[in-house]
């Protein structure tokens, strides 16, 4: 679900060099869960070690992570906190859509159809507590910020790059952008390249900037928390129904004020606008300073070559190119 706008939010192509000494703030579970969907055998079945524990995470947050760090990176993992009780449906719907993609997925494995396996697998992914715990453990020897949101993990972020205590939002969601945060990057912990039916695709990271998009829309920031909610956000699902993201746009600029913009649709509302506006405007966050700890290389052994059976020759070869980077860091900075 989430918030569906991306159809009228202007995103510029950028590199991973463009944030060499950077600090971003990265939504948690978003990332989590890309890693839990994408990285999986053939058939749709997630990596595992000798015990038949998922290690999909470990491995995202490891590769992916090295690869940003090694262009000089800093990243905050802000993971959520407590769920707002409006966000009850939200879940309940997914819950109910990952019941129906086992279900396929199951008739699939009986059929021996490994193609619809794969396509159904992703669909009933969960992230356990285990995990939640051993990411944090490894992201922590990995010398990257963990912080415990009390709330919405992504609004949190945004609060941090408010705060000056980073610089961006690393998420696919825009949750983060509504609530002020000055520049969302999406793609970030994706992979660099995807396989299609055309054949692979590059993938680039995007930055989406929060006063440039109000600018480009014509709006302020009360209305374009208001054009979320008619949209549909997780705390009001779907949204208002039969406005889309360009009539929410034309109703907001019309109407100009939160009173008069869902006075003009009340008869079509079934939720109260009013709690969905004030998690957005007043979202609950923590001002708090990052710490950053430092890079543990035997941890990381220890978590991922011991408990969870990675080749250490991969994994040592990793920090081989983590101190060649930083070799050639240095020379570029002495010339």
Same mark, same amino acid.
């Given at each position: 679900?989430?918030?569906?706008?991306?159809?009228?939010?202007?995103?510029?192509?950028?590199?991973? $060099?463009?944030?060499?000494?950077?600090?971003?703030?990265?939504?948690?579970?978003?990332?989590?869960?890309?890693?839990?969907?994408?990285?999986?055998?053939?058939?749709?079945?997630?990596?595992?070690?000798?015990?038949?524990?998922?290690? $999909?995470?470990?491995?995202?947050?490891?590769?992916?992570?090295?690869?940003?760090?090694?262009e000089?990176?800093?990243?905050?993992?802000?993971?959520?906190g407590?769920?707002?009780?409006?966000?009850?449906?939200?879940?309940?719907?997914?819950?109910?859509?990952?019941?129906?993609?086992?279900?396929?997925?199951?008739?699939?494995?009986?059929?021996?159809?490994?193609?619809?396996?794969?396509?159904?697998?992703?669909?009933?992914?969960?992230?356990?507590?285990?995990?939640?715990?051993?990411s944090?453990?490894?992201?922590?020897?990995?010398?990257?910020?963990?912080?415990?949101?009390?709330?919405?993990?992504?609004?949190?972020?945004?609060?941090?790059?408010?705060?000056?205590?980073?610089?961006?939002?690393?998420?696919?969601?825009?949750?983060?952008?509504?609530?002020?945060?000055?520049?969302?990057?999406?793609?970030?912990?994706? $992979?660099?390249?995807?396989?299609?039916?055309?054949?692979?695709?590059?993938?680039?990271?995007?930055?989406?900037?929060?006063?440039?998009?109000?600018?480009?829309?014509?709006?302020?920031?009360?209305?374009?928390?208001?054009?979320?909610?008619?949209?549909?956000?997780?705390?009001?699902?779907?949204?208002?129904?039969?406005?889309?993201?360009?009539?929410?746009?034309?109703l907001?600029?019309?109407?100009?004020?939160?009173?008069?913009?869902?006075?003009?649709?009340?008869?079509?509302?079934?939720?109260?606008?009013?709690?969905?506006?004030?998690?957005?405007?007043?979202?609950?966050?923590?001002?708090?300073?990052?710490?950053?700890?430092?890079?543990?290389?035997?941890k990381?052994?220890k978590?991922?070559?011991?408990?969870?059976?990675?080749?250490?020759?991969?994994?040592?070869n990793?920090?081989?190119?983590?101190?060649?980077?930083?070799?050639? $860091?240095?020379?570029?900075?002495?010339?």
């Open positions: 679900m989430g918030l569906q706008i991306g159809e009228i939010i202007s995103k510029r192509e950028v590199h991973f $060099s463009d944030f060499r000494g950077k600090v971003i703030a990265v939504d948690a579970f978003n990332a989590l869960y890309q890693f839990l969907t994408s990285i999986r055998q053939p058939d749709g079945t997630p990596l595992m070690d000798s015990k038949g524990r998922v290690t $999909s995470h470990l491995s995202g947050l490891f590769y992916r992570n090295m690869a940003l760090f090694a000089g990176i800093k990243l905050i993992y802000v993971f959520d407590e769920y707002n009780v409006l966000k009850g449906k939200t879940h309940e719907a997914r819950e109910e859509a990952k019941d129906v993609a086992k279900e396929k997925y199951l008739a699939a494995v009986e059929e021996e159809d490994v193609d619809t396996m794969a396509k159904y697998a992703r669909g009933f992914t969960k992230l356990t507590p285990e995990m939640i715990a051993e944090k453990e490894l992201l922590e020897a990995m010398g990257a910020a963990v912080f415990q949101a009390p709330g919405e993990g992504e609004m949190q972020c945004a609060e941090f790059v408010k705060m000056g205590e980073a610089d961006a939002v690393g998420s696919q969601d825009y949750d983060a952008l509504v609530v002020g945060g000055k520049k969302l990057i999406q793609n970030l912990t994706l $992979s660099r390249t995807r396989k299609t039916r055309g054949g692979i695709v590059n993938i680039s990271p995007e930055i989406i900037e929060y006063e440039k998009v109000l600018n480009e829309l014509g709006i302020d920031a009360d209305q374009f928390i208001c054009l979320a909610i008619l949209v549909g956000t997780d705390f009001n699902p779907g949204g208002v129904k039969g406005i889309g993201p360009k009539k929410a746009l034309a907001v600029r019309e109407k100009k004020y939160p009173v008069s913009i869902f006075k003009a649709i009340e008869e079509r509302l079934d939720f109260n606008w009013q709690e969905v506006f004030e998690i957005f405007k007043k979202p609950n966050v923590r001002r708090e300073k990052v710490d950053f700890p430092k890079f543990d290389p035997e990381i052994r978590i991922l070559v011991e408990q969870h059976d990675f080749s250490l020759e991969r994994i040592n990793q920090f081989l190119k983590m101190d060649e980077f930083k070799k050639k $860091s240095a020379q570029k900075t002495l010339f």
